[in-house]
């Protein structure tokens, strides 16, 4: 059951081969068996989630049912969820229970979905490898020494081990691509504004966007068709028809033009990878796609301006955590400063205090020309760059990531280097536009993504040339062999 597409256990569903009780039943045993070593959910939903199975089941036989109807999946802990814990990977949200559903959770719920749980995240969405959860790392299903990548971890790892059919997952700068990458997973990021980021708990906001981490595209473009769409809860979101994002899946390639950036095949980029890479492109080709050399001339300064942008962005968003509204309080506080500044010392990980500090500094009087503004105009410039591009191709390609899985401990007390595992997807957050990472091969027995860059609410354009190439490839049916 866990290597059936989303179309296919709906087709079981819907012909009343199987229930989903009986699939959701499935799922969760299999994350009673296996999750223990991976550690990729933070809280297991199972009572709730057979009542809504159940319910479920409900629809089907009222004849009340969609393509989603009946499929269990798990929910990334950045969205909030009534009634279940939402953590965000953080001591600070160790308690706190949201009182509403963020809008992709509303969603899906009303489509029928059930959800098995929420997974482990890197705190506040903080990180490349899910080791700055309060909850611990998460390890990578293809090697348990190994990272899943991060911030959404949890979601990669537990797709990837055939724990969830599908799962949500955030990406503000590389969060679905790269874990995507790490794990032999298809993954992708919309446009930013295509899905609502209401009850997303917000780590920046102008780069934030909501996506999910499946095995395949044309599992993608069923969920994307469930949570995509305008949502007047979100000031950010875009009022803008929601195409049919399975009807292109099966155009053929024939004279598409692919932009690979110059940038992209430098230095740092690992071997392997780039063999893996080179071997993608050639596939394409055979698909009749033509390629054409570019260049995004600003790509070096992507992840310095991320790394003003984003911390300033958190510094804001994070300062709601005071320890008075909701949250983690600290014992005993000698006086309102005392209780702000333990409440917040005491809950916060290490990743989340460089991130403040150093966004409350670039944001600070006399150092906001110099940093902030500076960033905001170089996110222009990159933003320039890809129009230019997209005004002589339909879609950009190279790697997702630079290396393939790292170990645990491997680069965690070096974040200089921990940053620049995002050095190919930062970009595409701070122009804002939509991205995918599919399984190309493996090298050493580990995944290795393929980065597709599409042009602004061309998710159907993506998904398309995603789908062409997994119809004449099997790198997204390899599993990890310990979970088979
Ligand atoms: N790894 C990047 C960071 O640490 C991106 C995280 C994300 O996309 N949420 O900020």
């Known amino acids: 059951m866990h290597k059936k597409s989303l179309a296919e256990l709906s087709a079981l569903l819907s012909s009343g081969e199987t229930s989903s009780v009986e699939l959701t039943r499935y799922f969760l045993d299999r994350i009673a068996m296996y999750d223990g070593d991976i550690n ?8 709730q989630a057979l009542q809504s199975a159940a319910q479920a089941d409900k629809m089907i036989a009222d004849g009340k049912a969609q393509v989603l109807t009946g ?28 009182p509403y559903n963020a809008t992709v959770v509303e969603k899906l719920n009303a489509t029928g979905m059930p959800m098995l749980g929420k997974l482990n995240m890197d705190e506040f969405a903080m990180g490349s490898s899910n ?20 911030s959404s971890g949890g979601s990669a790892a537990a797709v990837a081990a055939g724990l969830a059919p599908i799962a949500t ?22 446009t930013y ?16 966007q909501a996506g999910m981490l499946a095995h395949s595209a044309e599992d993608c473009a069923l969920l994307l068709q469930g949570i995509a769409g305008f949502d007047e809860k979100d000031s950010t979101s875009v009022d803008r028809a ?60 992507a992840v310095p301006a991320y790394y003003v942008i ?42 989340v205090k460089r991130r403040i500090m150093m966004g409350a500094y670039a944001l600070s009087s006399g150092y906001y020309d110099a940093y902030y503004l500076k960033a905001q105009k170089i996110r222009r410039l990159i933003s320039a760059d890809f129009e230019d591009a997209f005004s002589q191709v339909d879609v950009i390609m190279g790697p997702t990531a630079p290396t393939t899985a790292f170990k645990l401990g491997e680069k965690a007390d070096d974040p200089i280097t921990m940053y620049l595992s995002d050095i190919y997807t930062i970009a595409v957050n701070l122009a804002g536009l939509p991205a995918m990472s599919i399984p190309a091969g493996l090298a050493d027995g580990l ?33 990890p062999a310990a979970y088979n």
């Open 310 to 351: 984003a911390p300033a962005e958190c510094s804001s968003n994070l300062s709601r955590y005071d320890g008075v509204r909701y949250g983690y309080r600290c014992e005993d506080p000698k006086d309102l400063s005392d209780m702000y500044e333990r409440s917040r010392g005491e809950a916060f990980g290490y990743e």
């Open 40 to 47: 990729s959910f933070v809280t297991v939903t199972e009572e």
């Open 169 to 190: 997952g955030t990406d503000t700068g590389g969060s679905i691509r790269q874990p995507a990458s790490l794990t032999g997973l298809s993954g992708l990021k919309p």
């Open 242 to 301: 929601v195409p049919d994002y399975s009807a292109d899946l099966n155009k053929p390639l024939k004279g598409l033009k692919v932009g690979l950036p110059k940038e992209y095949f430098g230095e740092g980029l690992d071997s392997k990878v780039g063999a893996i890479i080179d071997e993608a492109i050639a596939e394409y080709q055979r698909l009749g796609a033509e390629m054409i050399e570019i260049s995004l001339p600003n790509t070096h300064l």
């Open 131 to 150: 080791e700055t959860s309060f909850y611990g790392a998460v390890k990578n299903p293809w090697d348990l020494e190994r990272v899943p990548g991060g």
């Open 447 to 479: 995944p290795v993504g393929l980065q597709l860059i599409g042009n602004y609410f061309d998710e159907a354009g993506l998904l398309n040339v995603a789908h062409q190439f997994q119809q004449s490839t099997d790198w997204h049916r390899q599993s």
């Open 193 to 208: 504004g295509r899905v609502s980021r209401w009850g997303m708990i917000a780590f920046a906001s102008s780069l934030d």
């Open 71 to 98: 499929i269990p999946l798990a929910q990334k802990d950045i969205f909030c969820t009534q009634d279940v814990r939402t953590a965000c990977g953080s001591k600070m949200l160790d308690n706190f229970i949201a």
